[in-house]
């Protein structure tokens, strides 16, 4: 099923969490490195590929992602042993998870208007990458997933808690796989055109504070809603605008 339903909103928010995570302060100023050093080429190479290059950009950023998918997959089904020993009850499960993402906002919104060095500092792992060869590009982006930075780590977290209160270890993977593709799409994205969205990544670190308050604000309403337990009733409320303006097609696609 592709229509609109709970599980299809979740995927979603976890995709856009990806994004989020994407243009925070966190992400977006180190994109150039990363993209520079999972592909082996400078920055003027990027900015002017060939043909030859674009493929060689697309294989090894798709093989970063992959290095990240892993590792975000694998945290989930870490944690996902834990909460279905410790939760039985898919209500109570739900609400804790929405405790979680609205602390993770509050969080997220903490990292811009708070000054707390050490609360907010940054974890990264920086493996000698030339030791891996062809298989650089996944390890750099394993590493990438295990580093916790003050942004990435909020909105990953949130997604972790979401996924917990699926009740599927399928669909609660999914959700891990929408994040990571919503991370990873904009890297492929900027990296086979570099040049052209310079403008809009650096109109992005202008505003990086703004889109980073937005982005928690919108992350709590979605804790409030799962909190509340009200995801069903919001997915049936946006159905009923979906038919209403004559896109019921949306509604049960399958």
Not at 165 to 177: F, H, N, P, V
Not at 222 to 232: E, H, K, M
């Amino acid at each position: 099923m592709f229509g609109v339903s709970a599980s299809n909103v979740n995927v979603l928010v976890a995709f856009g969490g990806g994004i989020i995570s994407f243009l925070s302060p966190c992400v977006l100023p180190i994109v150039p490195g990363y993209l520079s050093l999972v592909t082996g080429l400078t920055m003027g190479e990027l900015e002017e590929p060939d043909a030859r290059r674009l493929t060689r950009i697309a294989i090894n950023t798709g093989l970063f992602v992959l290095g990240f998918t892993v590792v975000f997959v694998a945290l989930f089904l870490t944690t996902w042993s834990v909460s279905d020993v410790v939760f039985r009850n898919q209500e109570t499960l739900t609400r804790v998870s929405g405790a979680l993402v609205l602390l993770m906002a509050l969080y997220l919104a903490g990292s811009q208007l708070l000054t707390t060095p050490r609360l907010y500092q940054e974890f990264r792992f920086h493996p000698h990458l030339e030791q891996f060869g062809p298989f650089a590009a996944p390890v750099a982006g394993a590493a990438f997933g295990l580093g916790w930075t003050p942004c990435i780590g909020p909105v990953l977290a949130a997604v972790l808690a979401v996924a917990n209160a699926q009740g599927e270890t399928a669909r609660g993977a999914s959700l891990l796989i929408a994040y990571s593709l919503g991370l990873g799409v904009p890297f492929l994205l900027v990296g086979l055109g570099v040049g052209r969205f310079a403008p809009a990544l650096n109109w992005v670190k202008r505003h990086s504070r703004a889109i980073t308050l937005v982005s928690a604000a919108l992350l709590a309403v979605f804790g409030v809603i799962l909190l509340l337990d009200r995801l069903p009733l919001v997915t049936a409320r946006l159905q009923d605008t979906l038919r209403a303006i004559g896109l019921a097609r949306l509604v049960n696609i399958g």
